[in-house]
């Protein structure tokens, strides 16, 4: 396993070098993000059940599992994901580029021009989110954490 520590939160890639494409970066993102912002651990502390992300691109998963101290990201579908997204590098590269404000539900960026893109993808099905209705706030918070940009 390899362990990306940038703050108090650790994130570790459970197959390390292994890691598919997807995983690793995801795990670059989730680390970068708390790096840059870690008052979004307490973002973290909220994901209670694992989230699964789908490449469209690479036909590659990674699965996100929060603990007390440390993020693992899996490859591959792992536990039992209330919330699936399944995305391209275009969608990944939006959501990184959001603006990282985190209201009280999650990324307040999504009323930006650049979350009102990836919100017309998501409401198109370009970008399928799995759990969207029944699983909103974890969506947000997820979202919230893979924006790398801290204002």
């Known amino acids: 396993m ?11 890639l ?13 795990g670059t993102h989730l680390g970068e993000s708390l790096e840059a912002a870690p008052s979004r651990i307490e973002l973290v ?5 694992p989230v699964a992300i789908v490449s469209a691109d690479t ?11 440390e993020a693992v990201v899996y ?20 959501i990184a580029r959001l603006p990282g404000k985190v209201g009280p539900l999650g990324a307040v960026g999504l009323v930006t021009g650049r979350g009102v893109r990836l919100l017309a993808a998501i ?15 974890t969506v947000l918070h997820t979202i919230a954490l893979l924006s790398a940009s801290p204002t």
Do not use: W
Not at 2 to 12: C, G, L, N, P, Q
Not at 59 to 69: E, F, Y
Not at 123 to 134: C, E, H, I, N, P
């Open 45 to 49: 502390h909220k994901l209670a059940r």
């Open 14 to 26: 459970y197959d390390g070098p292994d890691a598919n494409s997807i995983a690793g970066l995801i």
């Open 59 to 69: 036909d590659s998963a990674c699965t996100i599992v929060c603990g007390d101290d």
């Open 2 to 12: 390899t362990t990306i520590e940038h703050t108090k939160y650790a994130v570790s």
């Open 75 to 94: 490859n591959g579908l792992v536990g039992q994901s209330d919330v699936v997204l399944i995305v391209t590098d275009k969608h990944l590269d939006l």
């Open 123 to 137: 409401l198109t099905r370009r970008m399928v989110v799995k759990g969207l209705f029944a699983h909103a706030a």
